[in-house]
Nanobody, 123 residues
Framework: VQLQASGGGLVQAGGSLGLSCVYSGRTFSSYSMGWFRQAPGKERESVAAINWSGGRTYYADSVKGRFTISRDNAKNTVYLQMNNLKPEDTAVYYC?????????????????WGQGTQVTVSS
């Protein structure tokens, strides 16, 4: 499985960014997908996740109402739209896929990770 994330960058507080992650190597539509982030000096944390069909999603409390996860199974791509960004959203963002087809598994079950893309929000 290979994951290629893109779309990070520098934005002012209150602005928006969209991340994309292209997936290859397995049947994309059979698996949940997740976005995670890691800020300097902090542990990696879950941001959002989506089940195989897109019918179920999960969001961390810190991003609810501001971030939207979606997927296009025809394009093997998962997206993260980030609005009203805050300086505390600054981190390296990773997309990931779990080893099993379990719906919305915990972070510990995500086995395949993209290379990460930097998101920096200036105040």
């Amino acid at each position: 499985v290979q994951l290629q994330a893109s779309g990070g960058g520098l934005v002012q507080a209150g602005g928006s960014l969209g991340l994309s992650c292209v997936y290859s190597g397995r049947t994309f539509s059979s698996y949940s997908m997740g976005w995670f982030r890691q800020a300097p000096g902090k542990e990696r944390e879950s941001v959002a996740a989506i089940n195989w069909s897109g019918g179920r999603t999960y969001y961390a409390d810190s991003v609810k109402g501001r971030f939207t996860i979606s997927r296009d199974n025809a394009k093997n791509t998962v997206y993260l739209q980030m609005n009203n960004l805050k300086p505390e959203d600054t981190a390296v963002y990773y997309c990931a896929a779990p080893r099993s087809s379990r719906s919305l598994p915990p972070m510990s079950e995500y086995a395949y990770w993209g290379q990460g893309t930097q998101v920096t929000v200036s105040s």
